[in-house]
Each structure stands twice: as structure tokens, then as C-alpha cells.
């Protein structure tokens, strides 16, 4: 089951990585908020048109429920907004760095609720993935500072709000064991978030909303479906301390898709080295 969970783990980060490009597609005609609520409405449709085929609707009675409500505030409500604002701000480079902290916010509510075993070895294999997720973007490239220090607020929170809901999903599907399930609801309640949030009389200023636009946030709504549905199966197969750094590889993933789609970036050594540390630090925590 490990190979299984850590397979999902790495196609959810494949597709956060794709989400990072459709949103910065998106948000050079369309505002964060209105692409956040774009994206958002098409997982939760999504989601809800497939629902009679897997889902138990008496589940809505389990009081376990809460908890898929309770992180669908976080996340991708939450999650996704931060990450929009700071791809706007900061550019998808930084987010996808700061991305890559998400498991090191997963891991303390996965051994203290989960008693998850976290030991010197997994340690070790954490501080690789990271340390090589965030030199992976930021290693060798001198990126001036035109924003002000209170912006690295965003993908910061962006990271946390995605690391600290893993460790407590799992915990509801050991109850209520679907992935679909728990991702409809969490879609479902971040949807009413973002409707409120955008809602407010501050946010109604400076809307922008495009069709192409629209359409590249539709896009993002079913990379995020398709992410969270992954991210949320590869939970319930495995240990959130093996999921989470492996679902974390964004950056790694953004960087193969600029080389193989994109053409920006040519492959050198500091990417093999990457590479290696990505693939020391996964092989610690698979055999911790």
C-alpha cells in the first residue's frame, strides 16, 4: 500500500504543479478572487456530479462529517486563495518554493493525533525534500525584491493551510473511508468561503473578469480536483508522513514542465542535484 499512497502522492503533486501555470494563465485577465471562485465552483460541480456514483449521502449524518468541514475552510479555500494572491504578487517561482514547507506543517498533527512514527531517518528525509524544493527554484537565481516583506505571508499561509488539513483528513477517513467524499465536502465548504469572502464590499473593487480568463480558472478547477483527489487517496492509503513530502515535489514537478512543455529553463547539474537529494530524502522516509 505504501507504493500505492506514495504513486498518488506524486501524480497530486503533478497536478498542483500544473495548477501553478493555469493560474498565472488566469490571472492576467481575471482577479484572484474571481478565479478562486471560478476554480473552486468547478471542482465542487465536479465533484457533485459524480457523487451518486460513490458516495453514501447518510454520511452527511456521521458527525465525523465536521471534520471534512472544519479543513474545507483551510483547505482549498483558504490554501488556494493564498497561493492566487501569491502568484499575483510574489510570481509562481517563490509560491511553488514556499510551497514546498506544506509537510513540514503536516508532520507535528500527524504523530501527536496519528501517532505516526517520526523518527531521526525521517527527519533527515524531510529537510532533503525541502531544502531541495526550495534550492530546486531559488538556488541560483538572483530575483529582486519588489514586494514588501509581509507578502511572503501568502505562500506561507498557502502551505500551512495545505499541510495541517492532511494529517486531519486522515483522521476522518479512517472513519469515513472516501477519498471523494471527503474532497466534496471540503470543495463544497471552501465554495461558500470564497462566495463570502468575494461577497464583501471591499473585495467588489477592481473586479476583472474575462472570458479567457474564466476559462483558464476552469482549467485550474479540475487540475485542483484531480490534485486533491490524489492527494486525499494517497492519505488514506499511507501515512501522512510519506505522503505528505512527496506530494510536496512541486517545484520539481514545475521545473519538468517548463523543460518538457515549456522550454524555459534548460536541465544542468544543480537540477540532477536536486534530483538526488529528492530521491535520498523519499527513500529515508519510505524505509524509516
Known sequence: MNIVAALFALI?????????????????????LTGARYSIGTMTICLWLVSPFFVDYGWFSDPIVWIFVITGILFPATSQTMQIFSVQRLGPTLTSALGGLAPVFAVIPAIFILGEVFNFQAGLGLGLIVFAMIYSTIGTQKMPRDWPIWALALPLGASLARGITQPFTKLGMLEIPSPIF???????????????????????????????????????????TCGILSLNWAISLGDVLLVAPIASLVPLWALAFNVLLF??????????????????????????
Do not use: Y
Open 182 to 224: 471527503a474532497t466534496m465536502v471540503q470543495a463544497s465548504v471552501s465554495l461558500v468561503v470564497i462566495f463570502l469572502v468575494s461577497s464583501l464590499p471591499a473585495n467588489r473593487k477592481e473586479r476583472r473578469i474575462a472570458t479567457k480568463g474564466r476559462k483558464w480558472f476552469c482549467v485550474t478547477g479540475l487540475l485542483i
Open 263 to 288: 522550454r524555459v529553463e534548460t536541465v544542468g547539474l544543480r537540477h540532477l542535484g536536486v534530483s538526488v537529494l529528492v530521491v535520498l530524502g523519499v527513500s529515508l522516509i519510505t524505509l524509516r
Open 12 to 32: 497530486a503533486g503533478a497536478f498542483f504543479a500544473l495548477t501553478v501555470f493555469a493560474q498565472q494563465r488566469g490571472l492576467a485577465d481575471t482577479d484572484g
